[in-house]
């Protein structure tokens, strides 16, 4: 278990195999401005707008790519053995395992942006500005093919979890299930 306290410091406690919950300390005047987990890895994103990683290094989970110019990470999500993230300027990147194409994020339509991002176990979600939600990787359950909102309708929030995918529309909610939105 990860926790982020009011004061930005993270801590973890329980399993510590692969040293994921030996939390390191962020630079003078930096704070940690969120945290994310997969299942041996954990993830921060600094107030600096940059990543640091530790714990289990398969996959390269370590290999944060490097920022472009100019910009920094607003959002990062873990899966099982993979991160993704969320850049200032809306774009997304993946890394770590990408055996299902969790981390072969989709090329965005001209005009939109990335505004959330999460992972799944062997999937990445992420919510689209003109309130889309698509999802990439591990499809056995469905947990990839999010409808359409209904006409009039934007998808205003999800969360992935390990074989499916919930997510609020402004007057439905779908939860992963092929028959549709529920």
Same mark, same amino acid.
């Given at each position: 278990?990860?926790?982020?306290?009011?004061?930005g410091?993270?801590?973890?406690?329980?399993?510590?195999?692969?040293?994921?919950c030996?939390?390191?300390?962020?630079?003078?005047?930096?704070?940690?401005?969120?945290?994310?987990?997969?299942?041996?890895?954990?993830?921060?994103?600094?107030?600096?707008?940059?990543?640091v990683?530790?714990?289990?290094?398969?996959?390269?989970?370590?290999?944060?790519?490097?920022?472009?110019?100019g910009?920094?990470?607003?959002?990062?999500?873990?899966g099982?053995?993979?991160?993704?993230?969320?850049l200032?300027?809306?774009?997304?990147?993946?890394?770590?395992?990408?055996?299902?194409?969790?981390c072969?994020?989709?090329?965005?339509p001209?005009?939109?942006?990335y505004?959330?991002?999460?992972?799944?176990?062997?999937?990445?979600?992420?919510?689209?500005s003109?309130?889309?939600?698509?999802?990439?990787g591990?499809?056995?359950?469905g !947990?990839?093919?999010?409808?359409?909102?209904?006409?009039?309708?934007?998808?205003?929030?999800?969360d992935a979890?390990?074989?499916?995918?919930?997510?609020?529309?402004?007057d439905?909610?779908?939860?992963?299930d092929?028959?549709?939105? !529920?």
């Amino acid at each position: 278990s990860v926790g982020r306290r009011s004061d930005g410091r993270v801590v973890a406690w329980g399993g510590n195999t692969d040293c994921q919950c030996n939390v390191p300390a962020p630079p003078p005047g930096q704070t940690n401005d969120a945290v994310a987990v997969g299942d041996r890895h954990t993830v921060v994103l600094r107030s600096d707008g940059t990543l640091v990683v530790w714990g289990y290094n398969g996959y390269g989970l370590w290999n944060v790519p490097a920022l472009p110019p100019g910009l920094s990470y607003v959002e990062v999500a873990g899966g099982y053995a993979h991160s993704i993230a969320r850049l200032s300027d809306g774009s997304v990147v993946a890394w770590g395992s990408n055996g299902n194409g969790q981390c072969s994020v989709p090329a965005l339509p001209a005009g939109l942006a990335y505004v959330e991002v999460d992972a799944g176990a062997w999937h990445s979600v992420a919510r689209r500005s003109d309130g889309s939600v698509v999802g990439w990787g591990y499809n056995i359950t469905g !947990q990839c093919r999010t409808p359409a909102p209904p006409p009039g309708a934007k998808y205003v929030q999800f969360d992935a979890d390990m074989y499916y995918t919930v997510a609020l529309a402004s007057d439905v909610v779908w939860t992963g299930d092929p028959q549709g939105p !529920q």
